[in-house]
């Protein structure tokens, strides 16, 4: 989405993801007693909405102050920046949180369902599936239903033709960074929900991991990014699991994404569903 | 109702606009003409403020204009249809007119003014979900057109409406530009490689040459004049 409107990629979003995470946990710390009295699903819902809210203002002030300057610069000096605001962000937390690994508070109560067949998850992992559909959903239509995400997609095909239909092109956007922001917040929070510790360097590898699941489905496609990210998933998992059968460690599957990224810009640098865009001039 | 002062515009360190005087007046057709590199394309860029002056002003409706942000200036009823005509060629038609109408909040008005595009442009109708990169560059002109006309605009800038299209289709879409300035008491400053058309639909014209004013006066007169007729009316 991002790269969409500005068509850079934006090295911070995983660690964004990690500032979310650590709100997860501060906000648990500090709100702790005034939510005690709360069923989980509220303060759970409260903590995600607070800490996407605050990630969202971060994505805003780093878009104000470190990407923005440099807009009618060459793409390479943003790309750069990029970089060094992911730096920038992964030893400030090593500063403030401190360098070791914290464990995440358990938001969603510990609890296995098992169904017919043999079926067996937990009660987070279902919790985290049901999120993601419902922001995904919320996404989309946000993009293709809103005068915002109108404007939005407007802008991404053609900055000058939307400046000449009215658009703040600086308004959309910021209010794209703070979307990207807000939603990279969630997901650390359901990322730490699942594997329950948080580290300053925890962004780096989901971050990545989401740039190719994006390379994949078609970059500045969002349906496109979530099936990469799907195919992703399940192929990392697939491989885990069947690593050891062939006596390879199942720390191979930390190489799939990648595998997948090399080969999807060899074969189809568009992506899955990546439309090579039509413009006659 | 638009007067420029003395604009001086440049790219980097190449001028391109050495101080341009000129008006147009409420209600009327003015146009630009001018040779490949002239500076027209510049002069309305400048007008909507996506280029900056280096000196000079820009007054709109009485009030100075010089320098502000795009979408400030299209909130003032400036509207622009670019060099190349610029649609959103992943958009479908309906979403390009909607953002054309992206500043108007009355619903009434924007279905109407709709309606009239439609109605101006029966193909647009037709091609309403298709995407308007698939449109013919006729059509994508027409659907430039009628986005700007969703801006509610009171001053209407025009760049080569012509490029790029079949004669006869030319002389449609001439004949619109004539009728929207009937129609909706429009104010248009058209811009023209076409000399013959523009001189024929509108009041008064300008000649550029290197960023300059060469010559100006009322169409007619220019159509008369042999250094206009041998340079720009290939006679
Ligand atoms: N973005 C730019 N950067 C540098 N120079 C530019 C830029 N745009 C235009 N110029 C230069 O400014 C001058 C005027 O260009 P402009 O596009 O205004 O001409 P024009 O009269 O519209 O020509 P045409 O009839 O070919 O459209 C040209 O010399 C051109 O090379
Ligand atoms: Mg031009």
């Keep these: ?281 | 109702m638009l007067e420029l002062s003395d604009v001086t515009v440049a790219y980097g360190s190449i001028a391109a606009l050495h101080g341009i005087s000129l008006r147009v007046p409420e209600g009327k057709i003015v146009t630009l003409i001018g040779a490949n590199g002239a500076g027209k394309s510049t002069t309305l860029r400048t007008i909507s403020g996506l280029v900056k002056t280096r000196g000079g002003s820009i007054r709109y409706d009485g009030a100075d204009i010089t320098n502000r942000a795009p979408h400030a200036i299209v909130g003032r009823g400036l509207c622009h249809v670019p060099e190349g005509r610029m649609v959103f060629a992943n958009l479908t038609v309906q979403e390009n007119l909607r953002m054309g109408a992206y500043l108007q909040r009355d619903k009434a008005w924007i279905s109407s003014q709709t309606e009239y595009v439609f109605n101006m442009f029966p193909r647009l109708r037709e091609r309403e979900k298709q995407a308007a990169g698939t449109l013919s560059g006729g059509e994508q002109q027409m659907l430039a057109i009628g986005r700007a006309l969703l801006g509610r605009p009171k001053f209407l800038m025009l760049d080569e409406p012509s490029l790029g299209i079949a004669p006869l289709l030319v002389k449609a879409i001439f004949e619109k530009i004539v009728e929207i300035n009937r129609d909706q008491g429009l104010t248009i400053l058209l811009v023209e490689q076409n000399a013959n058309l523009a001189l024929d639909v509108s009041s008064y014209g300008y000649v550029l040459e290197t960023g300059k004013v060469l010559l100006e006066g009322p169409s007619a007169e220019l159509k008369a004049n042999p250094e206009v007729q041998a340079a720009y009316l290939g006679a």
């Excluded at chain 1, 699941?213 to 979530?226: D, E, R």
């Design chain 1, 1 to 281: 989405m991002v790269y969409g409107v500005l068509r850079f990629i934006n090295f911070a979003h995983g660690d964004v993801f990690m500032l979310g995470a650590f709100s997860g946990v501060y906000l648990n710390k500090w709100l702790g007693p005034a939510l005690a009295g709360l069923p989980w699903g509220v303060s759970l819902l409260i903590i995600l909405v607070l800490s996407m809210a605050i990630c969202a203002a971060l994505g805003i002030v780093i878009e104000f102050l470190a990407y923005r300057p440099l807009r009618s610069r060459p793409r390479l000096n943003v790309l750069i920046t990029a970089i060094g605001v992911s730096l920038l962000i992964e030893y400030s937390g090593q500063l403030i949180f401190g360098a070791t690994q914290q464990p995440f508070p358990q938001l969603i109560p510990a609890e296995n369902l098992t169904f017919t067949g043999g079926l067996a998850v937990t009660k987070t992992q279902v919790i985290v599936l049901v999120t993601v559909v419902a922001l995904l959903i919320g996404l989309r239509f946000v993009v293709m239903k809103s005068r915002l995400g109108l404007a939005m997609r407007a802008l991404s095909l053609n900055p000058t033709a939307s400046a000449l239909m009215g658009v703040n092109n600086s308004v959309v956007i910021s209010f794209t960074f703070g979307l990207g922001s807000a939603l990279a917040a969630a997901g650390g929070i359901l990322y730490a929900s699942l594997y329950p510790s948080v580290e300053p360097f925890m962004g780096i590898l989901p971050g990545l991991k989401a740039f190719i699941a994006a390379v994949l489905g078609g970059i500045g496609n969002i349906p496109g990014a979530a099936l990469g990210a799907l195919i992703i998933g399940i192929t990392e998992t697939l491989v885990g699991g069947y690593s050891q059968a062939v006596g390879l460690p199942s720390g191979y599957k930390e190489g799939v994404a990648f595998v997948i990224l090399i080969l999807m810009l060899l074969f189809k640098p568009s992506g899955l569903l990546g439309k090579i865009e039509r413009e006659k001039v």
